[in-house]
């Protein structure tokens, strides 16, 4: 078992799991928002995940209010509205830190394993023509970063938050990891 697979963090009904569960799955973990415009990206991820959940890949997503307070909510109201709006069946987690001082030993390890993402570079420019200043290129550049971990419980990919579950560069990836 990589060590990625014994962080612990809770589910959003706040029992204590690891990466470890999932163990044998491939897994794409997201950090998600509810206000952000991205948000309608929950529609493609549930979808993704109901086609290729049979071949054994997991949608893993962790509220995170780290960009301009576009997670607000308590535990309990995220899995409200992902349950009423889009219908999430894919796990969800509670909230977490992606990024800062306070940021999750997960995504530490995340963003370790994988500094760069595909698809970054238009992305970082329309942050920063919103007059948002992206952090560091290793960073979690937004809500909707997806990162890619193989049946071994290796990170094989980072995908940018406007990389969609319906990207050919996304779709490719997971289909070579479920092979």
């Known amino acids: 078992m990589s060590s990625i697979q014994s962080i612990p963090f809770k589910n959003i009904a706040g029992v204590e799991q690891t990466l470890a569960d ?6 794409l973990v997201v ?14 991820l549930e979808k993704l995940y109901k086609e ?5 890949l997991e949608v893993l997503a962790f509220p995170a209010n ?7 909510g308590t535990d309990a109201e995220i899995r409200e509205f992902c349950s009423l709006t889009y219908d999430v069946s894919f796990p969800l ?26 698809g970054d570079g238009p992305f970082r420019e329309k942050l920063s023509g919103y007059g948002i200043e992206p952090g560091q290129p290793t960073d979690v550049l937004w809500n ?10 290796e990170v094989v990919g980072r995908f940018s938050p406007d990389v969609t579950a319906e990207d050919l560069r996304l779709i490719q990836a997971i289909e070579a990891a479920l092979a």
Do not use: M, W
């Open 31 to 44: 950090n998600v928002a509810s206000k952000c415009g991205l948000t309608p990206q929950y529609e493609g």
């Open 66 to 72: 780290n960009f301009k307070g576009q997670e607000p």
């Open 93 to 118: 987690f509670s909230k977490i830190s992606v990024l800062g001082d306070d940021q999750h030993p997960l995504y530490a390890s995340l963003t370790s394993a994988q500094p760069t993402s595909t």
């Open 22 to 27: 999932y163990q044998g799955k491939v897994l």
């Open 144 to 153: 909707f970063e997806k990162f890619l971990i193989n049946r071994q419980g």
């Open 52 to 56: 290729k959940r049979e071949q054994g």
